[in-house]
């Protein structure tokens, strides 16, 4: 199955190639090529790696160090010594210059980092909220993809209606000139009709110009080449009737929104912390060499218990715990107002489904009835017992059926999708098992 998904990606992206994609390889494709999931795992990224920083909250740090040095100056030179050899009991003595090298190695463990722990406590709760946000951002995609995808095949069906419409507009023009040539009709009659014509003739190429923008948007979404011609292989669904489908299964912005929420009171409390004295354990070995008095007495080592308290900082931790308390008063804001839109949007949503799939049923009915409109209209100009004007009138009412049929289709479809992605569920539910 790898290799055969990697071969149909290689084709898709070659230019000027017509391939056929079916609604699940438009999906796959979104999910790898995707520049909006491609932000998201990028943020997830950096929030992990600032998890990783965190955790210098209660690991040690070691490190080494060397130095080379050289010192030459009145303080090393003529140093007065003691020598009771001397009446004066002291002669001067030279010790410099002093040059020589000195490594160590240390070892730092902090035992007590109030404000570290809560800021790491704060990306861990932050790394959840991207995640939480990127499964929501794939729902959100497998939407927009279904959305493109099924906006071509409602192009395709407008097109397909348009050809059908010049054929019965040809026809028409074709019975109107035997009817002139036979001295039934007037001139009026092939005039309308051939009108009619290229009215026709101009919609189709609307539409093809409209479906091949259609094509741009998803094939920029898939990542695939412009000049590549798509044929969708997924039918176009029957719309699903409203129902009551239970429960929300919650909403993933939404629970991003909350674990953004308390990682914001996290970061509170760690500016709050910072008021607290920090301890670490300092361990230190350090070696020397060179010449006096380096040889001598500069190997050693050191064990020792720091205690850092910053009493005062300038006002700089003031500040920050101020602008901490109105980050997270914004971030509840936005949790508020994700909240009310949520409500919103649910509620739309069961109206729209509702409002579409009827406003479907409707339109069946109509082009029902306008089909049989247009075959007695036919009926009864070819017995000349109707006029051209009649005839005309029915096709245009057919053609306006037919086509707010097929977008009545679509648009009851898309608010089936819509209404499952407002209550936390897979928007390709609302199609039916055979296109999950």
């Avoid at 929501?136 to 059908?164: C, D």
């Avoid at 092939?190 to 026709?200: F, G, I, P």
């Avoid at 017992?385 to 009412?397: K, N």
């Avoid at 648009?411 to 390709?428: I, K």
């Amino acid at each position: 199955m790898r290799y055969i998904r990697a071969f149909t990606a290689a084709v898709l992206m070659i230019p000027g190639t017509a391939c056929a994609l079916s609604l699940d390889e438009a999906l796959i494709k979104a999910r790898e090529q995707a520049t909006t999931l491609q932000t998201l795992d990028a943020e997830t990224r950096q929030a992990e790696s600032r998890h990783t920083q965190s955790a210098q909250a209660f690991l040690p740090t070691l490190s080494a160090d060397a130095s080379w040095l050289r010192a030459d100056s009145s303080l090393i030179t003529n140093v007065p010594v003691p020598d009771p050899r001397r009446p004066t009991g002291i002669r001067p003595t030279d010790f410099g210059p002093i040059e020589g090298s000195v490594t160590g190695v240390q070892l730092v463990q902090p035992l007590f980092n109030a404000d570290a722990l809560q800021l790491r406590a704060a990306s861990g709760l932050q790394i959840d909220a991207r995640r939480q946000a990127r499964q929501w951002g794939q729902l959100a995609l497998r939407l927009e993809v279904a959305r493109r995808y099924f906006n071509i095949v409602r192009l395709s069906s407008q097109q397909k209606a348009a050809e059908q419409s010049r054929q019965a507009a040809t026809h028409a023009a074709e019975m109107a000139e035997a009817s002139y040539q036979q001295g039934m009709t007037a001139r009026l009659d092939v005039e309308q009709t051939r009108a009619e014509l290229a009215a026709t003739q101009a919609k189709i190429s609307q539409t093809l110009a409209a479906r091949q923008e259609a094509e741009y948007q998803l094939k920029s979404l898939l990542g695939m080449a412009a000049q590549q011609t798509l044929q969708m292989d997924t039918p176009f669904p029957e719309p699903a009737p409203p129902i009551d489908a239970g429960a929300s299964a919650g909403r993933k912005d939404l629970e991003a929104r909350k674990l953004a929420a308390k990682a914001a009171d996290r970061r509170i409390r760690a500016t709050e912390a910072e008021w607290l004295p920090r301890v670490n354990l300092l361990a230190r070995q350090q070696w020397g060499q060179g010449n006096e008095p380096l040889d001598g007495n500069a190997d050693g080592w050191l064990v020792a218990i720091t205690l850092q308290w910053t009493v005062f900082d300038g006002l700089g931790r003031q500040g920050r715990i101020a602008e901490a308390r109105a980050d997270a008063q914004k971030v509840r804001t936005e949790l508020e107002e994700t909240r009310r839109r949520i409500e919103r949007e649910q509620a739309i949503a069961i109206s729209r489904w509702q409002a579409g799939y009827a406003a479907w049923q409707a339109r069946e009915e109509s082009t029902v009835a306008a089909q049989t409109a247009a075959r007695l209209a036919s009926r009864r100009y070819q017995e000349n017992l109707g006029s051209m004007t009649d005839l005309l009138t029915a096709r245009a009412q057919l053609d306006r059926a037919r086509a707010e049929l097929i977008d009545a289709r679509y648009q009851a479809v898309l608010a089936a999708m819509n209404h499952h992605l407002q209550h936390g569920r897979d928007p390709l539910l609302a199609l039916g098992e055979s296109y999950q």
